[in-house]
Structure formats: structure tokens, C-alpha cells
């Protein structure tokens, strides 16, 4: 976790390292961990069906992507979640937001999702893919002058361009 937005979070559960890319919700109980290490944030941490919850975070990524490649699906898809957990005001001895339920746990919990996404691009703050070398995560742009996800992508991305402007010095 580095403390993004939770559609940001969900975009991350794919990541690369030195021994290569991880989906953290490549099987069901990769995605169970991941999505206990997030309870605090979601209302419900039952599990909805994984492809779904993989489709979904595609979506986002797609979406934060930036691309007209697969953007009309993208918005189609998380619409579709996102309709199951409309808040509507309701009377409980008082006026109360209240979400409209869904079918089941699982789906609610992909509507919460879609509803964080809606959030994350609709919100004061931008959505970006980090620009450091080999990094495929995403982060909120809060910051006028963030460029990456973490501090270690910022000094990669550093080492990397004085290596080019050094290596095309030496070639001159």
C-alpha cells in the first residue's frame, strides 16, 4: 500500500520489479490478501467473482491510461458497477445518505470500487502512470511537480537520465 486513493490502490495490484510483473490478484487468494490489507477502507471484503474485480481494474487502467484504445468499454464497465451503489437520501428517524444495496456482498463490493474510480477522475487531482523506467503503477497527482509513484521511482527515473546525457556527452 502507498497510502493512493483506493481506485489508484486497485489499479497497483499489477507491478513490476527486478524478477518481473505480479498481479496481486492473479488467484483468488492473492486477491483475499489484497483485499484484507484494504478492509479498513471497504465496507465489505467479500470477495466478488475475480474475473470481474480483474475487469474492473482494467478498466481504471485503461481509463488512467489515457488512450482512445478501449475507453468507450472502460467507462461502459465501470458505469455498469458503479449503478449499483448509488447513495440515496433516506429516513431513519432522520434524514440518512444511505447506499442503495446490491445483490450481494461481492458486487457491492465492486460498485464501492466503481465508485472510486468515478472519485479518482473526477476529483481535484490528476491520475498518472509513473514516468520512471519499467514502472507500470499509477498515483495521484496531488503535487504540482510529482512525476513518479514513490521516491525510489523518482531516483531511478534521475540515475537513468544522467546516464543518457553522459553517455551522449562521451559520444560526441
Given at each position: 500500500m502507498r497510502d493512493e486513493p483506493l481506485a489508484v490502490e486497485l489499479m497497483n495490484t499489477i507491478w513490476a520489479d527486478r524478477t518481473?510483473?505480479?498481479?496481486a490478484l492473479a488467484t483468488s487468494e492473492l486477491a483475499r490478501g489484497w483485499l484484507n490489507a484494504h478492509a479498513d477502507r471497504l465496507e465489505s471484503v467479500t470477495p466478488p467473482p475475480l474475473g470481474q474485480l480483474?475487469?474492473?481494474?482494467?478498466?481504471?487502467?485503461?481509463?488512467a491510461a489515457g488512450t482512445l484504445a478501449g475507453r468507450a468499454a472502460a467507462l461502459k464497465l465501470v458505469n455498469a458497477y458503479v449503478r449499483a451503489h448509488w447513495?440515496?437520501?433516506r429516513w431513519d428517524?432522520?434524514?440518512v445518505a444511505a447506499r442503495r444495496s446490491a445483490p450481494a456482498s461481492g458486487s457491492q463490493l465492486l460498485a464501492t470500487f466503481a465508485e472510486a474510480i468515478v472519485e479518482a477522475?473526477?476529483?481535484?487531482y490528476d491520475v498518472r502512470a509513473c514516468t520512471?523506467?519499467?514502472?507500470?503503477?499509477?498515483?495521484?497527482?496531488?503535487?504540482d511537480r510529482r512525476e513518479w509513484c514513490s521516491t525510489?521511482?523518482?531516483?531511478?527515473?534521475?540515475?537513468?537520465?544522467?546516464?543518457?546525457?553522459h553517455r551522449?556527452?562521451?559520444?560526441h
Open positions: 518481473g510483473t505480479h498481479d480483474r475487469e474492473l481494474r482494467d478498466a481504471a487502467r485503461t481509463l447513495t440515496e437520501l428517524g432522520g434524514l477522475f473526477t476529483s481535484d520512471a523506467p519499467g514502472c507500470v503503477l499509477f498515483y495521484a497527482r496531488v503535487r525510489a521511482c523518482g531516483n531511478r527515473a534521475r540515475v537513468a537520465r544522467h546516464y543518457d546525457r551522449k556527452s562521451l559520444q
